[in-house]
């Protein structure tokens, strides 16, 4: 589907077109999708392309062997590939996805501040994330019989990011082609269980699309705070100063805010030297990993990856 | 010796410690950047400064009138080790390191406008006695504060930084009524070994602790 047909000048104005066209191409492709994460990739992808959408996520929700519920991210589409993936698929998404689920209600367009913590907001700001909503979806598929095929009930959560308040009727368009994209995909037979095999293929396909990109760069070293130095251990003493020259560098620039590709720049070391570095300084409990919204990383996997 | 130049004796022998001190931690600071060494050397750059000021004004002919900035600067700087100490967060610590260096840099005013204020200052036997004996304030905090680290976790460097402060504290503390009664060049003596012994255990446990 080309951009050309209902280009992005008019559709403000004519956003009954724009739904219009949307959904003949979704009559039209849906035909020859064989599963459900075939269309979330489509919906997705159209989001972002009309409906200036700048990131869309699509969140299934999932039952563990415990028998509970959690949100498997299963499609991610943004325009800005600059937006680092661990950004994009953070905890307090699934978190808000999995809310959504329990109340079973679309989130309307707000500011991402008054969704998510100001730490998050502000983070999302400076990929332009101004403004968020969700929509909640869900089939009520249909018990085993003999002759019939088995569809899955499906619950899903789509999260919609915007630079700038959308045009009101962007929403609605964006609701009314989902929940037709859901009955589409009931009707023919697309919510069948994933394999995992084809979750795998499709539904991170963001993640597989950036694989280059070493999961340490993204990563955030902060100092551990040495609630002992001056108060217990004396602070000049041999032991209190990095022996390691590299490391001593690198533990120079650190300061809570550079991820290690910026410490790379910043150094002009390379990947490699930063990772000996932050070795030592991890073995040595000066520094913690955390991910780019602040949760912990256990730092020896990470650095073992390279 | 008389009371003034062992007075000048401590002030070297203080100074030299600090200067000790505010070396090592800003060399050590360079390397790892931690903000509390900053505070540190901060510290006794303002011990320092206030130290020699004290000293030039005591015995150089032309009235300096240092005495506002030596106990108001000694009393800051300590007040600001102390401040440093009792939170851990760099953010913490860097905001207050800025406000150490607003401070002091303002409060080097007090020494540049020094022979403009008051000249009667000196001689106000109970205002001059309350500035004096202040700075034995900070030091009293920053030695419980190590007394109570120590109790946590026992290590010399605690213990010696504790006992110095005390020490340092009770040499400000004591020479109180110097300035109140007749001149007491014994108690001002007595002050001053205090002063010394109190910095040569800081610089025992920079050493050693």
């Given at each position: 589907m080309s951009r050309g047909g209902y280009g992005d000048s008019s559709y403000r104005g004519n956003a009954g077109k724009l739904r219009m066209a949307v959904t003949t191409e979704l009559l039209r492709v849906i035909r020859d999708m064989r599963h459900a994460d075939e269309l979330f990739q489509w919906l997705s992808d159209t989001l972002v392309q009309?409906?200036?959408?700048?990131v869309v996520q699509f969140w299934v929700a999932q039952v563990d062997h415990q028998g509970q519920y959690f949100m498997k991210l299963q499609v991610l589409s943004s325009?800005?590939?600059?937006?680092?993936y661990r950004v994009a698929l953070s905890k307090p998404f699934a978190d808000l996805a999995g809310e959504i689920r329990s109340w079973q209600t679309e989130l309307p367009l707000s500011l991402t501040g008054n969704v998510f913590s100001s730490f998050q907001a502000s983070l999302l700001q400076r990929y332009g994330l101004y403004y968020c909503s969700a929509e909640y979806l869900s089939s009520k598929g249909q018990p085993p019989s003999v002759g019939r095929t088995t569809f899955m009930p499906l619950e899903a959560v789509a999260l919609l990011f915007f630079n700038q308040s959308p045009h009101v009727e962007i929403p609605k368009s964006i609701n009314y082609v989902l929940k037709l994209a859901l009955q589409l995909a009931e009707s023919g037979g697309l919510l069948v269980p994933p394999t995992d095999a084809q979750s795998n293929e499709v539904g991170y396909k963001h993640q597989v699309a950036q694989k280059g990109v070493s999961p340490l760069a993204e990563v955030v070293p902060r100092r551990t705070e040495?609630?002992?130095?001056m108060t217990a251990n004396n602070p000049l003493a041999r032991h209190a100063i990095i022996a390691d020259k590299l490391a001593r560098r690198v533990y120079k620039e650190?300061?809570?805010?550079?991820t290690v590709q910026e410490l790379c720049d910043i150094t002009q070391l390379s990947m490699t030297e930063v990772r000996k570095a932050l070795r030592i300084l991890l073995n040595e409990h000066r520094i913690e990993l955390f991910d780019a919204i602040g949760q912990p990383e256990d730092g020896s996997s990470l650095l073992d990856d390279l | 010796m008389s009371a003034n130049t062992f007075a000048t004796v401590r002030a070297i022998a203080v100074v030299v410690i600090s200067v000790f001190i505010m070396l090592r931690a800003f060399q050590v600071y360079a390397q790892t950047r931690s903000t509390r060494l900053l505070v540190l050397g901060l510290t006794m750059v303002m011990i320092v400064v206030t130290t020699i000021a004290d000293v030039t004004g005591n015995n150089?002919?032309?009235?300096?009138?240092a005495y506002w900035f030596n106990y108001v600067g000694q009393t800051v700087a300590f007040a600001f080790f102390f401040l440093s100490l009792i939170n851990s967060s760099e953010a913490y610590l860097r905001k207050l390191v800025r406000w150490q260096i607003a401070l002091s840099a303002l409060l080097f005013i007090l020494l540049i406008e020094g022979p403009a204020l008051p000249h009667a200052f000196p001689t106000l036997g109970l205002l001059r006695a309350i500035f004096s004996s202040g700075r034995a304030l900070p030091c009293f905090f920053i030695c419980l504060y190590y007394f109570a680290a120590f109790v946590k976790k026992e290590t010399r460097f605690s213990l010696l930084m504790g006992a110095g402060f005390v020490i340092i504290g009770l040499g400000y503390y004591m020479i109180f009524p110097r300035y109140i009664e007749p001149p007491s060049y014994a108690i001002q003596t007595a002050g001053d070994y205090l002063r010394i012994i109190g910095n040569a255990m800081l610089l025992v446990a920079m050493i050693w602790g």
């Open positions: 009309h409906f200036d959408t700048q325009q800005d590939n600059s937006i680092p040495n609630t002992d130095l650190i300061d809570g805010r550079n | 150089i002919t032309f009235h300096l009138n």
